[in-house]
């Protein structure tokens, strides 16, 4: 049995160093799945599954004789955590780049700035229990606290990001675990957001009730969601031989009309159908639309449409059309104009509501109930071409982390830092990988990947770099946290967690009047914590935690991820 034993201590080997991180990766994400109290760490638990190895080794003295005295070469650790850390990193990227400038329309500033604010807050806490706990004059306290700062906030990328930071801009503490810090702080930091959420509702004395029917009555007084249905009489001579595309482009209003009465004959109607003087139209428009369109083509009479009616059907539509890219739910007119409900659109593995200021991305998948020939409308509109999504982009996806990791080692150099300061191979695929998903199509490059082929590889990205994170930080874990300050890092990572989760909400209530659900969406968001997302959802029979959190995501992420790396390199180097 002596070959199987070498698999486990022949550390130099390629089998045993596949077989670690199988290993760890495996176990990692099987216990990930075990909820307590209705809540899981899903896949970060691999990285206490690293930790737990990479101790083990380490205390049986069969680790690597490498500098680090790790479980497998230090080389490998390193090249497997940057190498995950980028495919992770930009395709999160991908993933937020459509919709990451469109947060800060109109619709969106508001929340963004109470996003903003936590962030900066989470900051301000952790600078201040560095300086009241913490002997400022170790010059690994700080980068510690930066880990403790991303466990407390459960932001795994900005963990990588002050990581991969750290190592360029203090090369003496490039081996600093730091992500026992973010170990000690992470399972309080999920279980802090969610029970600050809670606490916020008892501080502003929040009816659940009240809050759902305040967003009903919103949604029932919009005019501009409301459909509106009637009949036209076609008076306009001006309009006779103009095909129904026309009159909408002169009229500059969207409307459909599914349906011509002529001569007692009933027309369904096309975009090259062309109108006479006479012709009875079916119109849908959206009511604050209503008296313009009937003033413009006729003046409203009654039809009985009922025989034309046809049963209900759902469809799930692929947007794959390039003319449809960026547009609003509102400027589509999905409901109002042509007579469909969208009931939910799915998106890189996450399902979001779809309010008027969600702009549609190609790969989105939106589920469409209408009757069938104006679902086919719709179709026809978003194109609906699954083949042209179905082969992956490998070009795409390599071209940009090639752009990406050549912007991250551009030097910059700032008065009074002594070394150049670089947006290193996290801070460079992430602005790229944004800058490619929002404006690529300009440039013919298609940066679409299914929903399974973003997930697969943003998952094994993340997976590989916890796996390696923990298995170095297992090494020194039981010095650096049992026998050093492991209780001061829970206890600040609470600290971290809770106090502006509690301050910005009490702002965004009693001074924005935010809907205490979108409130809660908009924390998980900012926090980037799906588990907050899932009892914001359980909480609300609405889609309105979903819209805070699609809201604020995007530009959480990138702030998380940057001021990670801007702590590091302004105040640790």
Do not use: R
């Given at each position: 049995m002596d070959w199987f034993q070498s698999l486990f201590v022949n550390t130099g080997s390629v089998a045993h160093i596949v077989l670690l991180f199988a290993l760890v990766i495996s176990v990692g994400v099987f216990l990930g799945k075990i909820k307590v109290g209705g809540i899981s760490l899903g896949v970060t638990f691999v990285l206490f599954a690293g930790i737990v190895v990479g101790h083990i080794y380490t205390s049986m003295g069969i680790a690597d004789p490498s500098p680090g005295g790790y479980a497998c070469p230090a080389d490998v650790l390193n090249f497997v955590q940057d190498f995950g850390l980028i495919l992770f990193v930009y395709c999160i990227g991908l993933q937020v780049g459509p919709g990451f400038f469109e947060s800060f329309k109109r619709g969106g500033i508001t929340a963004n700035l109470?996003?903003?604010?936590?962030?900066?807050?989470?900051?301000?806490?952790?600078?201040?229990?560095?300086?009241?706990?913490?002997?400022?004059?170790?010059?690994?306290?700080?980068?510690?606290?930066?880990?403790?700062?991303?466990?407390?906030?459960?932001?795994?990328?900005?963990?990588?990001?002050?990581?991969?930071?750290?190592?360029?801009?203090?090369?003496?503490?490039?081996?600093?675990?730091?992500?026992?810090?973010?170990?000690?702080?992470y399972p309080l930091g999920v279980l802090g957001i969610i029970g600050a959420t809670i606490a916020l509702r008892f501080i502003c004395r929040i009816k659940l009730e009240d809050e759902e029917q305040k967003i009903r009555d919103a949604e029932e007084n919009n005019p501009h969601a409301t459909p509106h249905r009637m009949s036209l009489l076609v008076q306009n001579d001006a309009l006779v031989g103009k095909t129904m595309r026309k009159v909408r482009e002169f009229l500059g209003r969207e409307f459909v009309c599914t349906h011509i009465k002529r001569g007692g004959e009933i027309i369904n109607t096309r975009a090259d159908t062309t109108l006479e003087v006479g012709d009875e139209l079916n119109i849908t428009c959206a009511q604050d639309d209503a008296d313009a369109i009937s003033a413009f083509l006729g003046p409203v009479i009654d039809v009985d449409w009922q025989a034309e009616k046809t049963p209900s059907i759902s469809r799930r539509i692929v947007v794959t059309q390039g003319d449809v890219n960026g547009k609003t739910f509102g400027e589509m007119h999905f409901n109002s104009v042509y007579g469909v409900n969208v009931t939910r659109i799915t998106r890189s593995g996450m399902e979001l509501f779809a309010n008027r200021n969600l702009r549609l991305q190609i790969g989105d998948r939106l589920m469409v109930v209408g009757p069938e020939d104006a679902v086919n409308r719709v179709t026809r509109l978003l194109g609906n071409s699954v083949k042209r999504l179905d082969h992956p982009n490998i070009a795409s996806i390599f071209i940009g982390v090639l752009v990406g990791i050549i912007f991250g080692s551009i030097p910059f150099a700032f008065p009074g830092i002594p070394n150049p300061v670089k947006l290193g191979l996290a801070g460079g695929p992430l602005i790229i990988a944004i800058l490619a998903g929002r404006y690529g199509y300009k440039f013919h490059l298609v940066t679409y990947t299914t929903t399974s082929a973003n997930l697969l590889l943003r998952e094994v990205g993340l997976v590989l770099f916890l796996a390696s994170v923990g298995i170095k930080a297992g090494a020194g874990f039981w010095h650096t946290v049992v026998e050093g300050d492991g209780l001061w890092y829970v206890f600040c990572g609470f600290l971290i967690t809770i106090i502006p989760i509690l301050i910005m909400g009490v702002i965004a209530r009693v001074k924005y009047k935010m809907n205490y659900f979108t409130l809660m969406g908009l924390i998980a968001g900012t926090n980037t914590d799906p588990p907050a997302l899932?009892?914001?959802?359980?909480?609300?029979?609405?889609?309105?935690?979903?819209?805070?959190?699609?809201?604020?995501?995007?530009?959480?992420?990138?702030?998380r991820i940057l001021t990670a790396q801007i702590i590091i390199l302004f105040l640790c180097a």
């Open positions: 109470i996003a903003v604010g936590i962030v900066l807050l989470n900051i301000a806490v952790m600078l201040g229990c560095y300086y009241v706990f913490f002997d400022t004059n170790d010059p690994k306290n700080l980068p510690m606290m930066v880990g403790v700062l991303c466990g407390a906030v459960t932001n795994t990328p900005g963990l990588g990001a002050a990581q991969e930071a750290l190592k360029d801009a203090v090369p003496a503490l490039s081996d600093l675990p730091i992500a026992s810090g973010y170990a000690c702080a899932a009892f914001a959802n359980a909480s609300s029979n609405t889609d309105a935690p979903a819209v805070g959190y699609s809201t604020v995501y995007p530009l959480a992420m990138f702030l």
